[in-house]
Structures are given as structure tokens and as C-alpha cells.
């Protein structure tokens, strides 16, 4: 089966810094990379998605990026705030079959004001 | 539009002793997935559903976890008898249609602890 792996298990930055959270995949077959965003309390809220087609995907301070000759996919987060401070996951899944994703264990991001 | 409500958010429970979490997708979501998340790890899907459907269970400990969706909308995840290791978080997310999205819409979790 898939398996994921995240790096780092914590993250500290100033606010202002860019941030980067990586994770490598075994599954060559799978093509959707999904990022969630876990706040205290909370359930994972997608933040940003890439598929297999897409080397990599913006949408304003958040950008992913995709290698899949590599099997890793990356999250970059521009100019952190204080409220980006929560745990990130991503995974790995097969798009258009049942859908099971794999999770990493996830990224605790901690921005300092 | 209201999210993904779940319910209890916490419970205390002794092992051996049951427990059953309820959720209430999204209007109109066809798809229902419950997970379970250990402390410092992402989620685990257990199962799930296509409307009141099956879709995949292969990760469901059924000697003791079972599930259903009766009529397609709400969910009742239960656990009999409990185990330590059953301590974790219990999410459900929902989609519109597994077979046309991949954008999952996760509840707030209920916090299981047994003692």
C-alpha cells in the first residue's frame, strides 16, 4: 500500500519567513496530493491540491510543487503569519478510484509574531 | 452552508465499554468517510460510504468497530468493546461524490479517551 513520509514533525519561523514542509510518497500510481491545514480542536481543512499533470499550483502565500520522477511534493508558505500557526498534512492519493488517501504525520507549524 | 457536524465532541469511556459517535454530512454529499486519528498522527480511513453503500471497509477493525448509514444521510460510527488503543480522534468527512471530486469536507472530530 501507499506510504507517506513528512519532514519536519515541527517547524518554528519568525513571522515574515517562508516556511517549507516536504513529504515523499511510494505509490507511483498515486496522482492527487492534497495539503490540509488542522488547527487546535478542528478538523483538516484542504488548503491547496496538486494532481499528477501539474509540476506546481499558487494560490497567494501558498504554493505546492510536485516531482514525480522523485515521488516528492513539497508545501511553501510565503511571508508567515501568526495564523498560519497549526499541524499540516499531506496525501497521497488515486484520483478516480475509491479515493483512499494516505496521510503523513503531519507538520506542527509554529509562527512567532 | 453548514459544515460537517458531529457529535459528541469528547467522551470518557472504561474499556470493554461501548461507545457511539454520530455524524451529519453536508446537505446533498453522497459520499461519508469516517477516520481515525492517534495523537501525533494524520488520519486513518475506516470506512466508507456512498450513500448508504459500502464502498470500502478494509481498514475497519470489524470485530469491534461497525458503522452504518441507513438512510444515506446521517452516520453512526460504534465501537464494542472499547480498547486502549481505541483513544484517538474520530473524524468524518464528506464529499459531494467520490466518483467526480476528490475535495473532502472534514467535522471538528470526537475526542475518544478510554481508560
Known amino acids: 500500500g501507499e506510504n507517506v513520509e513528512q519532514h519536519p514533525s515541527t517547524l518554528s519561523v519568525q513571522e515574515g519567513d517562508s516556511a517549507v514542509i516536504k513529504c515523499t510518497y511510494s505509490d507511483s500510481a498515486s496522482n492527487y496530493f492534497p495539503w490540509y491545514k488542522q488547527e487546535l480542536g478542528k478538523g483538516p481543512q484542504l488548503i491547496i491540491d496538486?494532481?499528477?499533470?501539474?509540476g506546481e499550483k499558487k494560490d497567494q502565500r501558498i504554493a505546492v510543487t510536485l516531482n514525480k520522477t522523485a515521488k516528492h511534493f513539497s508545501l511553501h508558505i510565503t511571508e508567515t503569519q501568526p495564523e498560519d500557526s497549526a499541524v499540516y498534512f499531506c496525501?497521497?492519493?488515486?484520483?478516480?478510484?475509491?479515493?483512499?488517501?494516505?496521510f503523513g504525520r503531519g507538520t506542527s507549524l509554529i509562527v512567532h509574531p | 452552508e453548514a459544515g460537517v457536524a458531529q457529535s459528541p465532541r469528547y467522551k470518557i469511556i472504561e474499556k470493554r465499554q461501548s461507545v457511539a459517535f454520530w455524524c451529519n454530512p453536508i446537505s446533498g454529499h453522497a459520499t461519508l468517510y469516517w477516520y481515525q486519528q492517534i495523537l501525533g498522527q494524520g488520519p486513518k480511513l475506516l470506512i466508507q460510504f456512498q450513500n448508504n453503500g459500502v464502498v470500502d471497509d478494509s481498514q475497519l477493525p470489524k470485530d469491534r468497530f461497525s458503522a452504518e448509514r441507513l438512510k444515506g444521510v446521517d452516520s453512526t460510527l460504534k465501537i464494542q468493546p472499547a480498547k486502549l488503543e481505541d483513544s484517538a480522534v474520530y473524524l468524518c468527512?464528506?464529499?459531494?461524490?467520490?466518483?467526480?471530486?476528490?475535495?473532502?469536507?472534514f467535522g471538528p472530530g470526537t475526542r475518544l479517551t478510554v481508560l
Open positions: 496538486i494532481r499528477s499533470n501539474v
Open positions: 468527512a464528506s464529499s459531494l461524490d467520490w466518483r467526480s471530486t476528490d475535495t473532502q469536507y
Open positions: 496525501a497521497a492519493a488515486l484520483s478516480g478510484g475509491s479515493y483512499i488517501p494516505t
